[in-house]
């Protein structure tokens, strides 16, 4: 067959083509070499959009598209793989369930929209039960009367190789509501939602309580004393009402982006995106009494899990100098530093007064697993 405009690159192969592109052929560049965000910008490169039906692509929280009513359309897509991003050996299905919603609204959250429906698509292997199976969506259904959201779809497939969860959401809102990643100036008050780095000491401790009874199947795990914490990882929330708080106090941030990967992974996408550097007060990184605890027993330094932990699904913003009032008052919402010239990096003003650039590490699918 020719090729024509249309499968033009897309020639029929003649043979197997098993292996040709895989990782042993010292010709080919793995993965790792790139990283999650090298890799999607690589492949982002091959899409422009149209922008009669797109308003923004790749690149944010959510996109968003062209809708003939006020209101724009957003989508956000995540995938959940067992082993990658959840260890069935410590959380319920149900919570589960609940967690790949939340994590998806998030998205849709931290583009100051409010989200109205979300599609499931799930492959499991033959270890999962129809009771296991329900449970899973008993924890998606709470989640969705919780936030108002419809389920209206999606796929089942079986897998190889345990439970993959994709979670697709939508939402609306106006094109004067929406914030972007790349709306923040010099000098903006950077701003965050909760606290910081729970989730991550809930995982420590989850992990840590697993070795031991993997070793010991009579001992029960000690969980007493870290309810928070472990709530944090297994049901965290999204925060709508931040959302609602922004439209009743007429707020509309300049720049935004929910917490997944970690504050400082996510500053640094806020900076690069905004074409700024920003300097945050250690001092003023909200962190809840439990975190610190955990973060002493492992002999990790408090900061380095507000920084680098992630799943808080917090909202990290900024808005403008004349703004402040505004969200000095509003509870849950702590101001942790200013946007700056780009030229001056991404810094942490520690307690002891110096000034220390911010490594932009967060969770790497490709950099940390290889
Ligand atoms: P988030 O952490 O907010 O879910 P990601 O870091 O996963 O965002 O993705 C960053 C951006 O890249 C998003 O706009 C997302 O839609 C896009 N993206 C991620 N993976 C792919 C892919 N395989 N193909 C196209 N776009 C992708
Ligand atoms: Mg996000």
Not at 20 to 30: D, I, Q, V, Y
Not at 54 to 77: C, F, M, P, W, Y
Not at 164 to 177: C, D, H, Q, R, Y
Not at 313 to 320: D, I, K, P, Q, R
Request: a negative charge; aromatic letters at 6%.
């Amino acid at each position: 067959m020719e090729a024509n405009c249309e499968n033009a690159g897309i020639v029929p192969q003649s043979g197997f083509v098993i292996n040709r592109s895989m990782k042993g052929n010292e010709n080919l560049t793995p993965v790792s070499a790139l990283g999650e965000f090298g890799l999607i910008e690589r492949l982002s490169g091959k899409f422009a959009i149209n922008p009669e039906k797109t308003i923004r692509g790749i690149g944010d929280d959510a996109a968003v598209l062209q809708n003939s009513g006020e209101k724009k359309r957003l989508l956000s897509t995540d995938i959940l793989i067992e082993g990658v991003h959840f260890d069935l050996s410590f959380i319920p299905m149900q919570h589960l369930g609940y967690k790949a919603i939340v994590a998806n609204l998030s998205d849709i959250c931290a583009m100051n929209a409010v989200p109205d429906a979300v599609t499931v698509s799930i492959a499991m292997s033959n270890r999962f039960s129809v009771e296991a199976i329900e449970s899973l969506y008993d924890g998606i259904a709470l989640a969705c009367k919780k936030y108002g959201v419809d389920l209206v779809g999606g796929d089942t497939s079986s897998s190889v190789s345990g439970l993959v969860i994709s979670v697709t959401a939508s939402g609306l809102a106006t094109e004067k509501e929406i914030v972007y990643r790349d709306g923040a100036g010099t000098n903006d008050l950077v701003c965050v939602t909760g606290d910081l780095g729970a989730a991550f000491a809930g995982l420590k401790i989850l992990q840590r309580e697993k070795t031991v009874f993997m070793n010991n199947p009579d001992i029960q795990p000690e969980l007493d004393g870290y309810e928070y914490v472990i709530e944090r990882n297994m049901k965290p929330e999204a925060r709508t009402e931040t959302i609602d708080l922004f439209r009743e106090s007429k707020i509309v941030p300049g720049s935004m982006i929910d917490i997944s990967d970690g504050l400082a992974s996510e500053l640094h996408h806020l900076c690069r995106g905004s074409k700024t550097g920003a300097v945050i007060y250690e001092e003023k990184i909200p962190m809840d009494a439990q975190t610190k605890e955990v973060a002493a027993e492992f002999n990790l330094p408090a900061m380095t899990l507000a920084l680098h932990g992630g799943e808080d699904y917090e909202l990290l913003f900024t808005v403008g100098l004349e703004d402040f009032n505004k969200v000095n008052h509003l509870s849950g919402i702590h101001i942790i530093g200013h946007m700056t010239d780009p030229g001056e990096g991404v810094r942490l003003m520690t307690r002891s007064g110096g000034l220390v650039e911010i490594a932009s590490s967060g969770w790497d699918h490709f950099r940390e697993v290889e």
